[in-house]
């Protein structure tokens, strides 16, 4: 599957991440290869196989449903740029 | 040309567990700031998310009470979306395999007809923090207590025709899970809350109209409201030739109206994928099973049965059916007594649920609990008070914990029931009112509930209004 140079900005609007002019079109080239591995495997017959969501036979553990954490709210901000009155404060952001 | 309202509800019932869905956190209501909040919620570098066996019970308690499919093996998806009060940068939600499949319940509405609005699914989903911009001068405030709040999303299909459908629906919902014990209703809190789609169609076309999804609906009244607003503003749009733009709108209260919240152009595009963190979900059937051992009696169920064992009304059995504690009320009030249930359910819904109103007070934390009321209502029944009087000694017995017949004995409000006491009574009436004699007796007979009231008074409440009628009336024709 081509992909246009169209999509590329629309994806990194989409994740946020600054791509220059420059590297549009490297970038298409590089996600339409990747695209195209992926529709190599359209080829293989998946009749009778039932879908998964994940691989294996994995399934979920469960925990009980009770309170096992502490307030840790002073450690856990400390890395932050900037917190006040226990709020992390970021740009403002309106509506 | 007339036009057909089409709606469709998503609902956010907050989940009424201890810790939160992927995180051992507390979900307790009003903490400080980010106190809640630990490295899971976070999404800091490195952490897992566990699930809440808690969550996976509730769900299927809903399954279990709306007849709905349950998806042995569900999914959890990443959905992708960008906010300060999202800190993973993904909302973990279900996506294709939601926990509860399609499902339906039966609501009556205000005229006494029911209609039956199916479910499609019910999934489960981590809520948001919380945004504030009103408390710091240039920045946003974030706290992430909420953050990874366990909420069941319901999705109901567009089968609803009216805002009264729409609002019978949110009030059988909200009255359901707060029965089931899933979600304690709570729509200040933010506990339970409302999202509508909606769209009009030219009444017998087939195909629906472009709709509007309106958020932000904490209440049933603001529902209602919002849904009339956007009607009307749909209609007039189409009928002047325009057409209705797809996207979320925002109900304002304060102005009642909706308005256009964010665009469409790049909005739904979440790019869903399954949580490479969470394999499926199983439910077994045992667990199935014992979830379904422990339930509560069903709404529905509650309700016939009030009904057919109480001989009560349909307005009566759901006005105490609303909530659970109210339809457990008047159980215990009955609970080894002999008079008429329908005795007990004006009482509760009259007396004691206005009393309750005006104290701000739950039934729960009735002053007058069900064995007390029970032994007032005893008393009405057996005639030694009189229903007004009863109020009387319900109002003296509010506040402690003096029994009915205490405060009957203290304050000497005993029914007078001996004949000549009241022919006693009557008789000074009769004596200092000669003039209205004349006139009833001259065919202006309204006036016996003058008489009445005036020997009503003289008893000071107590004489027993059957006797005292029916002997006024001898009284007043023969004197």
């Known amino acids: 599957m081509a992909l246009t140079t169209d999509d590329i900005k629309q994806i990194a609007h989409l994740a946020r991440v600054g791509v220059d002019e420059a590297s549009l079109e490297p970038l298409r080239a590089d996600l339409s290869t990747v695209l195209g591995l992926i529709e190599d495997l359209n080829a293989i017959d998946t009749k009778g196989v039932e879908p998964m969501a994940h691989p294996g036979n994995a399934q979920l553990r469960l925990r009980a449903d009770e309170v096992s954490e502490e307030n840790r709210r002073e450690a856990l901000q400390a890395p932050s740029p900037e917190t006040e009155q226990g709020y992390f404060l970021v740009p403002r952001v309106i509506e | 040309m007339s036009w057909e309202t089409v709606i469709g509800l998503e609902i956010h019932a907050q989940l009424a567990t201890r810790s939160k869905i992927f995180s051992g956190a507390s979900t307790a209501f009003g903490a400080e700031p980010n106190t809640q909040a630990s490295a899971v919620d976070l999404g800091l570098p490195g952490v897992l998310p566990v699930v809440n066996a808690g969550v996976v019970e509730m769900a299927v308690r809903f399954a279990l009470a709306t007849d709905a499919h349950i998806t042995q093996r569900s999914q959890f998806a ?5 906010y300060p009060d999202l800190p993973k940068g993904y909302q973990i939600s279900q996506m294709a395999l939601p926990i509860v499949g399609e499902g339906a319940v039966t609501v009556s509405l205000p005229d006494g007809s029911e209609k039956t609005i199916n479910i499609t699914r019910a999934h489960l989903e981590e809520d948001a923090g919380k945004s504030v ?3 710091f001068p240039d920045k946003t ?4 207590n909420r953050a990874g709040t366990p909420l069941l999303e319901i999705v109901s299909e567009p089968d609803m025709r009216s805002a009264e459908e729409a609002v019978a629906y949110a009030r059988y919902i909200h009255a359901l899970v707060r029965y089931i014990e899933i979600c304690d209703g709570n729509m200040q809190e933010g506990s339970f809350r409302c999202d509508a789609n909606i769209s009009v169609r030219p009444s017998g076309q087939s195909e629906f109209g472009t709709r509007a999804e309106i958020k932000n609906l904490n209440s049933f009244r603001f529902l209602e409201r919002a849904i ?3 009607v009307e503003r749909q209609i007039e749009l189409l009928e002047d030739g325009h057409e209705v733009v797809q996207e979320t709108r925002l109900y304002d209260s304060e102005k009642d109206e909706t308005r256009s919240m964010r665009s469409k152009e790049e909005a739904n595009d979440y790019r869903y994928f399954p949580d490479p963190d969470l394999p499926p ?17 069903l709404p529905k169920v509650r309700r016939t049965r009030f009904i057919e064992q109480y001989k009560l009304t349909p307005t009566d059995a759901d006005t105490l059916m609303a909530d659970r504690a109210t339809a457990e009320y008047f159980e215990a009030v009955l609970d080894g007594q002999k008079f008429a249930p329908k005795l007990a359910a004006n009482w509760i819904i009259g007396e004691l649920s206005g ?13 007058v609990q069900p064995s007390r009321m029970a032994q007032l209502l005893a008393r009405i029944e057996d005639g030694t008070i009189s229903g007004k009087i009863g109020k009387q000694v319900f ?19 005993k029914q007078i029931t001996d004949t000549s006491a009241i022919e006693a009574m009557i008789d000074e009436v009769i004596a200092a009112n000669p003039s209205q004699v004349a006139e009833y007796q001259g065919g202006k007979e309204k006036l016996l509930s003058f008489f009445v009231g005036a020997v009503m008074k003289a008893s000071k409440g107590k004489a027993n209004p059957g ?9 007043l024709k023969s004197s």
């Open chain 2, 228 to 230: 009339l607003f956007e």
């Open chain 2, 355 to 367: 009393r309750l109103n005006k104290e701000n007070c739950d039934i729960e934390h009735a002053s």
């Open chain 2, 141 to 144: 405030g974030i706290d992430l």
């Open chain 2, 467 to 475: 006797q005292l009628n029916q002997i006024l009336r001898e009284k």
């Open chain 2, 281 to 297: 979900l199983v439910v077994e059937d045992a667990f199935i099973e014992q979830v379904r051992s422990n339930m509560p009696e």
């Open chain 2, 78 to 82: 990443r959905k992708n979306y960008f």
């Open chain 2, 133 to 135: 911009h009103d408390l």
């Open chain 2, 395 to 413: 109002d003296e017995m509010w506040g402690n914990d003096a029994s009915a017949d205490d405060v009957i004995e203290k304050k000497g409000l």
